[in-house]
């Protein structure tokens, strides 16, 4: 069951840790309990491809043997053009969901409670990704103060990465951990719940402008009933925005996302809101800031369908 509170007005500041930034040759030292790439750990399961191959794959299953044109196009990159951002122009998406209950299988399937039990004061992308997202989310969140506008931030935790002083009336944040949802400075209320325990979201109809999640969309096992939920309680052409990195706790992602590459990463994103329905056509944006040096960013987006 959800907790619902709202956040203390006194609390005490706290300092981001600098986790430093991605070299060209080797990660640099991560802060202790922070993220890591998947191919920094043993990989549990054979790495099914790129981008291409791994769309290629889906298609000749969705078509009997033969690749849809189409499909496959939208995942072989032009020269100097983002993969990420190509991934979902002109999908042709099976007609069933191409995912099997294995696809969202843990390394680790013990309780998620337990590992969200402790708090972790560590940031998840490096400073120079969290500033191209704190850029990006100042380019398409409503202006602070908007009369009338609600924000999720989903799977929240102690930062969400919102402009300096970023204000509306509500905005709540939902999480595992309510230490860390407690010293978020944006947070006007927030929820503490296991989204893979209980994906029912604890609010009315049509109550959020937009809902944000960062670097957490990995580790949803039960992903269509969520998406189905945050189509329920977002407005008509409320806007959804998943980001996400190639950082993650490697353990608690999902195998198909620690299978596979940042494209795939988009496009299994994607696929999340086509098969929940009512949602927009996805788009895939890539705001990495200095790609090969620092984190990668990118943003798998959708608006909620006006019926």
Not at 11 to 29: C, F, I, K, N
Not at 111 to 139: C, G, N, W
Request: charged content about 20%.
């Amino acid at each position: 069951m959800a907790t619902l509170a709202p956040r203390p007005h006194a609390l005490l500041a706290l300092r981001r840790p600098s986790v430093g930034t991605l070299g060209a040759r080797a990660p640099p030292p991560r802060a202790r309990g922070a993220p890591v790439t998947p191919q920094a750990a043993r990989p549990r399961r054979v790495f099914l491809g790129l981008g291409a191959a791994f769309v290629d794959q889906l298609a000749r299953i969705a078509s009997g043997g033969s690749p849809s044109r189409s499909f496959v196009a939208a995942a072989r990159p032009r020269q100097g053009v983002s993969p990420v951002e190509q991934i979902l122009k002109n999908v042709e998406w099976p007609d069933e969901f191409p995912f099997k209950p294995e696809d969202f299988s843990r390394f680790d399937e013990s309780s998620d409670a337990l590992f969200y039990s402790v708090p972790r004061y560590v940031t998840h992308i490096d400073d120079q990704a969290i500033e191209a997202l704190t850029k990006y989310y100042s380019e398409v969140l409503p202006p602070s103060n908007t009369p009338g506008v609600a924000i999720l931030d989903m799977c929240s935790s102690w930062v969400s990465h919102y402009p300096p002083g970023y204000k509306q009336e509500k905005i709540v944040g939902m999480g595992m951990n309510e230490d860390e949802l407690k010293r978020n400075p944006v947070l006007t209320e927030y929820a503490v719940q296991d989204l893979n325990v209980n994906p029912k979201l604890p609010f009315e109809d049509n109550t959020f402008d937009i809902i944000t999640n960062v670097v957490s969309v990995d580790y949803l096992t039960k992903p269509i009933d969520v998406f189905k939920e945050m189509r329920r309680i977002l407005k008509p052409s409320g806007l959804s925005i998943m980001s996400f990195s190639n950082r993650c706790f490697w353990t608690k992602a999902i195998s198909i996302w620690t299978s596979t590459g940042d494209a795939d990463h988009a496009w299994i994103v994607g696929a999340y809101f086509h098969y929940a329905g009512g949602f927009e056509p996805p788009e895939a944006v890539d705001i990495s800031p200095n790609p090969g040096r620092t984190d990668p960013i990118y943003v798998v987006q959708s608006r909620k369908r006006v019926a």
